[in-house]
């Protein structure tokens, strides 16, 4: 047999002979210890806790008119799309915010739900401690946003778990809304001023058109037709009427070219406007949810906290190691004393 061999034999039948000795003691520290875990992690000294979680994707982060309204279909298209990793950390981030404990707090009344008194010192500080302890927001494998909810009262712990959900479509939308009704106001504006300004021309257009001038252009040719033939004829008071008509046409054909083709520029501008202004109405005023719901929290059946027979084995288990550690000094303290007497010590 190799020397290797032969050490592992003769120290595994040290440990063995350790053991079968301190058999009686060991048993009963074993024994203690796992009736006294088994106590002492019960409901009666430990609070069960239950957990329930929600597992959902961010959607893709587009406007809403862009997603609905715009004639491009790949963009169209992001309405089902999930959204990529820039959307995720922006999920979690706001998930993390200050805004979703405050509601979920409030909601849930979870000040009162953890026995913190409102008069008390940090209560704020306390509260949101609590909420940090038991609530949590973590990336799956598959990249999605997990939130995992304990409370010691499974029917809360899914209610909360949902509501922070739900919860996230307001803060966002919120959020979003801030500046989406900043950019409205300011595009209304340009569109309110964009309609007045074409109403004036269309006014001014008006009165010229009722001084005569309707189409310069056709009347121009016409008349001017109609005035060579009366001059051919010598139909002197034609040809003084038709001088009337054309020294008003003469006299605001001008304006009403200008004010004409200026219009049409103006109208093609207010046009561009208002596909502006309805896209920005929407993103101000509508709302659509940020995220897809993979899996929803529900009541959870048993406690995950604490699992009682992992704390037994697991002090079990320690108690042994430490008391075959504290017997196998105890064993060894006279032969150290021995050698330190034979050294003189």
Request: glycine share 4%.
């Given at each position: 047999m190799p020397v290797n061999d032969t050490t592992d034999f003769n120290d595994s039948f040290k440990v063995a002979v350790f053991i079968y000795k301190w058999r009686k003691t060991l048993l009963i520290l074993g024994v203690a210890a796992a009736v006294l875990s088994a106590i002492i992690s019960s409901p009666v000294f430990v609070t069960p806790l239950y957990k329930s979680t929600v597992i959902m994707y961010p959607a893709a982060s587009?406007?809403?008119?862009?997603?609905?309204?715009?004639?491009?279909?790949?963009?169209?298209?992001?309405?089902?799309?999930?959204?990529?990793?820039?959307?995720?950390?922006?999920?979690?981030?706001?998930?993390?915010?200050?805004?979703?404990?405050?509601?979920?707090?409030?909601?849930?009344?979870?000040?009162?739900h953890y026995g913190i008194e409102p008069v008390s010192k940090y209560y704020q500080t306390n509260v949101y401690n609590h909420f940090r302890s038991n609530i949590t927001f973590k990336l799956t494998e598959f990249q999605a946003v997990k939130i995992t909810v304990l409370d010691n009262d499974a029917q809360m712990a899914a209610d909360i778990a949902n509501g922070?959900?739900?919860?996230?479509?307001?803060?966002?939308?919120?959020?979003?809304?801030?500046?989406?009704?900043?950019?409205?106001?300011?595009?209304?504006?340009?569109?309110?001023?964009?309609?007045?300004?074409?109403?004036?021309?269309?006014?001014?257009?008006?009165?010229?058109?009722?001084?005569?001038?309707?189409?310069?252009?056709?009347?121009?040719?016409?008349?001017?037709?109609?005035?060579?033939?009366?001059?051919?004829?010598?139909?002197?008071?034609?040809i003084n009427a038709l001088t009337e008509k054309l020294k008003i046409l003469s006299q605001y054909g001008g304006p009403y070219i200008s004010l004409r083709d200026a219009l049409v520029l103006e109208k093609t501008q207010l046009s561009f406007i208002k596909a502006r202004y309805e896209e920005a109405k929407i993103d101000a005023y509508s709302i659509i949810p940020q995220k897809f719901i993979v899996e929803?929290?529900?009541?959870?059946?048993?406690?995950?906290?604490?699992?009682?027979?992992?704390?037994?084995?697991?002090?079990?288990?320690?108690?042994?190691?430490?008391?075959?550690?504290?017997?196998?000094?105890?064993?060894?303290?006279?032969?150290?004393?021995?050698?330190?007497?034979?050294?003189?010590?």
């Amino acid at each position: 047999m190799p020397v290797n061999d032969t050490t592992d034999f003769n120290d595994s039948f040290k440990v063995a002979v350790f053991i079968y000795k301190w058999r009686k003691t060991l048993l009963i520290l074993g024994v203690a210890a796992a009736v006294l875990s088994a106590i002492i992690s019960s409901p009666v000294f430990v609070t069960p806790l239950y957990k329930s979680t929600v597992i959902m994707y961010p959607a893709a982060s587009n406007s809403v008119s862009k997603l609905l309204l715009n004639d491009n279909t790949t963009i169209k298209q992001d309405v089902l799309g999930f959204g990529a990793d820039e959307q995720i950390q922006q999920m979690l981030q706001i998930l993390n915010s200050n805004r979703i404990k405050d509601k979920i707090i409030t909601r849930f009344k979870l000040g009162e739900h953890y026995g913190i008194e409102p008069v008390s010192k940090y209560y704020q500080t306390n509260v949101y401690n609590h909420f940090r302890s038991n609530i949590t927001f973590k990336l799956t494998e598959f990249q999605a946003v997990k939130i995992t909810v304990l409370d010691n009262d499974a029917q809360m712990a899914a209610d909360i778990a949902n509501g922070i959900a739900a919860e996230l479509d307001s803060v966002k939308n919120d959020i979003q809304k801030e500046r989406a009704i900043q950019g409205f106001k300011i595009v209304e504006a340009e569109y309110l001023s964009q309609q007045k300004q074409v109403k004036g021309m269309e006014d001014s257009l008006t009165l010229v058109m009722k001084l005569g001038v309707n189409d310069y252009e056709s009347q121009s040719e016409m008349l001017n037709r109609q005035f060579a033939k009366e001059i051919a004829v010598g139909n002197t008071r034609a040809i003084n009427a038709l001088t009337e008509k054309l020294k008003i046409l003469s006299q605001y054909g001008g304006p009403y070219i200008s004010l004409r083709d200026a219009l049409v520029l103006e109208k093609t501008q207010l046009s561009f406007i208002k596909a502006r202004y309805e896209e920005a109405k929407i993103d101000a005023y509508s709302i659509i949810p940020q995220k897809f719901i993979v899996e929803s929290a529900t009541k959870a059946e048993r406690k995950s906290f604490p699992i009682i027979w992992i704390i037994v084995v697991l002090s079990t288990l320690g108690t042994l190691l430490v008391a075959m550690l504290m017997i196998f000094m105890v064993e060894r303290i006279p032969e150290f004393l021995r050698k330190l007497k034979h050294a003189g010590i």
